[in-house]
RNA sequence: GCCCACGUAGCUCAGUCGGUAGAGCACGUCCUUGGUAAGGACGAGGUCACCGGUUCGAUUCCGGUCGUGGGCUCCA
């Protein structure tokens, strides 16, 4: 005679034991209409679970996340009913939910096409309709690997036996389509109904690219239809900030065919891209930091001695010179960085030695990998290498973190998460090293109480790193800048100091980059703001435009005016009405538009309208350019006018 | 690098079941002097990514290469 307690405290008997179903019915038809499935006792399971005994027990729907997600596991499983009742020979392999829908992985003689996707949805469609109840049984260990050899499904096989032995095999069934899945599932496929396919894509077993290439097709499910729109409008957002479509509108940069991966900066991007390294360059000489330049190709053996060739070498490019010498152009900066430090002698009076540079470094990237600004060949980074003493990396990582964040809240970046990458497999140096390293940069983190997650395997070669992760607008993540702490570079490349008993010590080097990647971070800020750049960094601040040809010196000389008072401003006197000028102005994001009429030119003032459409009305010379100013002072971080 | 899709004017895209191509926007000239998101007329602009093959003839069909997009893998 099972006690239910529900959420909210209340309490139900039974006579009998009950199916989680049946508990919802007896609370109300609408929820009964509307489980997919049951938490009892913190344990989700199916709709047809029975409870034998006292429990906790809530029902779950599609408003739960749970329940969104349960929804998702059994699209992908309708997806794959489609897909075997339609090509009985694709083998089935995995399906999980993933971030807004799931996939599937099949086996298939050849890649899915498009309109095998429209097939597979039809049939979807179909069998949703036909509102098939969902079965759950479960079988023996050995008996389910025979059932699934049996069935030639020999991935699901080999999932099995991967399977922990506590675990029971359950297999998942809808009329006659079955599957191993661990559940739980919606009670019927009539629940299922807001869901596209959205594309196919390759994908290899098990992510490991020695594996077989399986067909992945991607799909996306919702509670209802209006949530489905809502997702397909992210989407539609999403696609407008694109940051390589944004940079086509605004003349930022191209790419072409002779350069994979390199960016062509046009004036206004490369205003930009200078107003970052101004930035960070002002930033860094007030933090101690002394800024240097290093060859962009230097002899291959440098690289051999420092390890990169043999680490990082499938992702360098290598020049051979008429004189048959090869040189390789720099990945990275840090053996450049020691070179300049070796050359003299340094005392441990004047460690720390911070040494910085925006060194364009080129790495040959996989061509699959190469997305816009985001994933390019050849980039600068803002990178530097600070030599220090085994005491000082505390200190010194303490200020360095709070240089990283404070800069990251002038971009507005005010959520940042810190992951620790610790030793990977392919790195120099022994474990000791390795240790001290790792156990300094934790302890060093630990003391600028910054709090911080674990990324396994990810550190640099040479050493553990801190990654630092921005969050922006529309709440997507970004790996931007980097702390790691080094015990091995120094000494395999000689550098020296000179400590108090006068012996020579080899210093520890940490490397960081804050933007990482300007052209990279360039790209994360056209998205983070959809373009609509803040004005301190917009490359175009304002344009003047005169609304006849009778305003055009009054407006030339605003121009001049605004322009020796530092406004990045241009003049638009063209033929055009001053409504198409505004609307092309506009389209430019340009922050501030100045329209010079017949009535400003009399007050020596100009009409200013915002970005937004709001007009600030006319306003002297003088006085648009200190609001101007003032809203560049303030980084745009307090500026309403947007 | 691997899988799939794609590559036509500066941009967004039509089109050709094989007979060397078209729209809108942008661009140029002219008209228009118009107060806050597109005034009008005319015009110029393309080796249909590249290389081969099939064919009387290829932008179209086939093969390859390069590039782009989305995934996989990797990373700033």
């Known amino acids: 005679m099972p006690t239910i307690t529900l959420p909210d405290g209340s309490q139900r008997s039974f006579e009998q034991p009950v199916t989680v179903g049946g508990v919802a019915a007896a609370i109300g038809a609408g ?51 489609a897909v075997q009742s339609i090509y009985p020979q694709a083998q089935v392999t995995i399906g999980p939910v993933i971030e807004d829908g799931f996939y599937y992985d099949f086996a298939f003689e050849r890649p899915f096409t498009p309109e095998d996707l429209e097939k597979f949805e039809a049939r979807m469609r179909e069998l949703a309709r036909a509102d098939q109840p969902v079965r759950r049984r479960e079988l023996p260990r050995e008996e389910a690997i025979a059932h699934f050899r049996a069935l030639g499904e020999h991935y699901k096989a080999e999932i099995i036996v991967g399977i922990p032995a506590d675990q ?57 239809e209006k949530q489905l729109k809502d997702y397909l409008q992210r989407l539609e957002e999403a696609e407008k900030r694109d940051h390589r479509r ?27 891209f200078q107003g970052l390294i101004d930035y960070m360059r002002e930033r860094q000489n007030a933090a101690g930091y002394q800024e240097i330049s290093t060859p962009e190709i230097m002899d291959r053996e440098l690289w051999v001695q420092s390890g990169h060739l ?85 200190g010194e990582t303490v200020r360095g973190i709070e240089l990283l964040m404070s800069i990251y809240r002038d971009f507005g970046f005010d959520e940042v998460k810190v992951k620790f990458a610790d030793r990977p497999p392919r790195r120099v140096g022994d ?35 801190l990654e630092f992760v921005l969050k922006d607008a529309i709440g997507r993540d970004w790996q931007c800048g980097t702390w790691q702490v080094d015990l091995n570079l120094p000494g395999r490349l000689g550098a020296h100091y000179v400590d108090e008993h006068s012996q020579r010590r080899t210093p520890v080097m940490l490397h960081r980059a804050i933007f990482g990647s300007l052209e990279r971070f ?40 605004l322009r020796n008072q530092g406004v990045r401003v241009e003049a638009d006197l063209r033929n055009e009405k001053v409504g198409y000028k505004i609307r092309e102005h506009t389209l430019q994001r340009v922050p501030y538009l100045l329209v010079a009429g017949d009535r400003e030119v009399g007050s020596r003032s100009l009409a200013v309208r915002s970005r937004s459409g709001k007009d600030l009305g006319a306003m002297p010379l003088e006085e648009v350019a200190s609001r101007i100013a003032g809203d560049v002072a303030s980084r745009g971080l307090h500026c309403l006018e947007d």
């Open 246 to 272: 944004i940079g086509r509108e605004l003349d930022l940069f191209h790419f072409q065919e002779e350069a994979p991966g390199a960016v062509f900066w046009h004036p206004h991007g490369w205003t930009v």
């Open 31 to 81: 929820l009964a209409r509307a489980a997919l499935a049951g938490e009892v006792d913190g344990r989700l399971v199916d709709t047809t679970h029975v409870i034998t005994g006292d429990a906790r027990v809530r029902i779950v729907t599609a408003k739960d996340p749970q329940g969104l997600e349960i929804l998702r596991h059994s699209t992908a499983h309708l997806l794959a009913q």
């Open 431 to 465: 474990d000791e090293i390795w240790t001290r390293a790792e156990n300094a940069l934790i302890e060093a983190t630990r003391a600028a109480g910054v709090d911080y997650t674990v990324n396994p395997g990810e550190g640099a070669f040479y050493g553990p790193k």
């Open 522 to 561: 360039l790209g994360i800020l056209l998205e983070h703001h959809a373009g609509r750049l803040p004005t301190w960094l917009a490359p175009v601040q304002a344009v003047v435009m005169n609304i006849t040809s009778r305003q055009a010196e009054f407006a030339a000389e605003a121009v001049d005016f």
């Open 168 to 224: 029971p095999i359950t297999l998942y069934g809808q009329g006659d389509w079955e599957d191993l899945c661990r559940g739980p599932h919606v009670p019927s496929t009539g629940r299922l109904g807001a869901f596209n396919l959205t594309k196919v894509a390759g994908a290899y077993w098990r992510g490991d690219s020695r594996n077989e290439m399986l067909q992945r097709i991607y799909g996306t499910a919702w509670a209802d």
């Open 310 to 394: 043999e680490k990082f070498g499938e992702n360098m490019f290598l020049t051979r010179t008429p004189d048959e010498r090869v040189y390789a152009i720099k990945p990275m900066n840090c053996p450049g960085h020691v070179q300049v430090f070796r050359h003299g002698l340094h005392s441990y009076r004047e460690l720390p030695i911070r040494l910085a540079e925006f060194g364009r470094v080129h790495r040959y990237e996989p061509s699959g990998a190469l997305h816009g600004l985001l994933r390019v060949r050849a980039f600068t980074q803002d990178d530097a290498h600070i030599f220090v003493t085994e005491d000082q990396i505390t």
